[in-house]
C-alpha cells in the first residue's frame, strides 16, 4: 500500500482496479464467506474500465495476503490447486487496521 494524499477514499491506497477488487470482496462477504479464484477476480474485472492482466490480480490478491487483509485456502479443481481468497477483515476492521499501521508509522518517523 502508498499513502496518495491526492486521492479520495480507498484510492489513497490503492489503484482504481485493486480498489474494485476488494470491494467486490466485502460486498459478497456481506453475510456469508465467500470467496473469489484470481480467475473470478480477473473475469470480474473485464466488463469494467480497469482492465487488469491475470498475473497483475493475482500479485495484488497474494499480496493482500502478505499484509493480512486477505486470507485464502486451497482448493483442487480443473488444473491443480486454486487459491480462493476471502477477506480477513470487514472494510470497518480494515479502516481501523490502515489508522493504526499510519499512527504507528508517524510516530516512528517524528519520534526523532
Known amino acids: ?11 489513497t491506497l490503492f489503484k482504481p482496479y485493486q480498489v474494485l477488487l476488494l470491494e467486490h470482496l466485502w460486498d459478497l462477504n ?23 492482466s491475470r498475473a497483475s490480480v493475482i500479485f495484488f490478491m ?28 470487514d472494510r470497518a476492521e480494515f479502516a481501523e487496521h490502515v489508522s493504526n499501521l499510519i499512527n504507528e508509522k508517524l510516530k516512528t518517523i517524528f519520534k526523532k
Not at 456481506?30 to 487488469?52: C, F, I, N, W
Not at 499480496?63 to 477483515?89: A, C, F, N, Q, S
Request: hydrophobic content about 25%; aromatic content about 10%; charged content about 35%.
Open 30 to 52: 456481506g453475510q456469508s464467506r465467500v470467496g473469489l479464484t484470481s480467475g473470478q477476480a480477473h473475469k470480474y474485472l473485464m466488463d469494467k474500465p480497469e482492465k487488469k
Open 1 to 11: 500500500m502508498k499513502f496518495d494524499t491526492k486521492q479520495e477514499g480507498l484510492r
Open 62 to 89: 497474494n499480496d493482500m495476503v502478505d499484509d493480512g487483509i486477505l486470507d485464502y485456502e486451497e482448493k483442487t479443481g480443473k488444473g491443480g490447486y486454486h487459491r480462493v481468497y476471502y477477506p480477513k477483515m
